[in-house]
């Protein structure tokens, strides 16, 4: 979005993305480009503004994936060292009570 001075004049033109290559499309000139200036201006900065929430969200939920990893984790190394202490071993993917010698 940006104001164009051509032969002393101001024109408000429009950028837009077309395939790999950007295109401007002209507006207008005086106040109802200025009108539309600010009201693409608001609409670019809602869009910023929701972009900023949509990544602070996207942060939030791998910090909370992240630490429930690690908590599985350490769960999981916890129930380990309980079984091991009761006299449980771990025997292809199963824990088994140790048997006594006889």
């Not at 910090?63 to 908590?71: E, T, W």
Request: glycine share 8%; proline share 1%.
């Amino acid at each position: 979005m940006g104001w164009e001075q051509r032969n002393g004049q101001r024109y408000y033109y429009r950028k837009k993305r077309e395939g790999g290559r950007v295109v401007s499309e002209y507006v207008g000139t005086g106040e109802i480009a200025g009108l539309l200036f600010a009201l693409d201006q608001s609409e670019y900065e809602e869009r910023q503004k929701n972009r900023a929430e949509w990544k602070r969200r996207k942060d939030e939920a791998e910090k909370l994936a992240k630490d429930s990893k690690s908590l599985a984790l350490f769960t999981r190394h916890i129930l380990r060292a309980c079984l091991l202490v009761k006299g449980y071993h771990p025997h292809k993917g199963q824990w088994r009570k140790k048997q006594n010698d006889r």
